[in-house]
């Protein structure tokens, strides 16, 4: 908790602004306090771990709707909701679309410290992954379409002759292919290469999720 780690209030109601601002500065979160979700959206975002405290129900843009907005945008900044009049179905859905908690007003101080608490964890993994990320993605781009079928299978638990047979083609053809994944993929065995295609299996879903998929 530095002056490097930001903390997003968004809430068109002042008293509520201010009541959360001055507690997250307390234990000494950085504050950015916006009345609307197209305030925020104006606003040059700081590069900063951090997360965004949103209410659900606001004029104009609605929680849920900058929710969604922010998935498609790939911003990363983990949300925790909060709403005055939340219900089990509003919940789930943003649970869902992937905020790390939903609290009902009135809550708790600690509820909300605890949930913010989580959120930034969350931004600090993400932040310090990116970059791995970023590189694991460039080197499967580089596969070929077979390839990259031939790298699934084979992290499913196929054996070559498996595979030549689901892909109609010879067994030393596989082996070829797998040769080359390994290579351009760096990586040392086929466990290593299995949690890579878990960690992208993962950020596809991710992204899934972020463009509005059921």
Not at 73 to 96: E, N, T, Y
Not at 119 to 132: D, E, L, N
Not at 153 to 163: D, R, V
Not at 187 to 201: D, Q, T, Y
């Amino acid at each position: 908790m530095t002056e490097h780690t930001i903390v997003h209030v968004v809430d068109d109601d002042e008293a509520v602004r201010r009541a959360l601002s001055s507690l997250l500065r307390s234990v000494g979160y950085g504050i950015r306090s916006h009345a609307t979700a197209s305030e925020f959206l104006k606003a040059a975002l700081p590069d900063a771990a951090g997360c965004i405290v949103l209410d659900v129900r606001m004029p104009g843009v609605s929680g849920l709707e900058l929710q969604e907005h922010l998935n498609r945008s790939d911003v990363s900044l983990p949300l925790v909701l909060m709403s005055g009049h939340g219900d089990i179905p509003m919940s789930v859905r943003a649970m869902k679309a992937g905020a790390v908690d939903f609290l009902t007003k009135p809550f708790r101080d600690q509820d909300m410290l605890d949930a913010v608490g989580s959120a930034i964890a969350i931004h600090r993994s993400r932040r310090a992954q990116a970059p791995k990320l970023g590189a694991l993605r460039a080197r499967h781009d580089r596969l070929s379409p077979r390839e990259m079928q031939v790298m699934a299978l084979a992290c499913a638990g196929k054996q070559n002759k498996q595979i030549a047979a689901e892909l109609g083609i010879q067994v030393i053809t596989v082996k070829v292919h797998r040769g080359n994944v390994m290579k351009k993929m760096e990586a040392a065995s086929l466990a290593e290469l299995a949690r890579m295609a878990e960690i992208l299996e993962a950020d596809d879903a991710a992204l899934y999720r972020g463009i509005g998929a059921p």
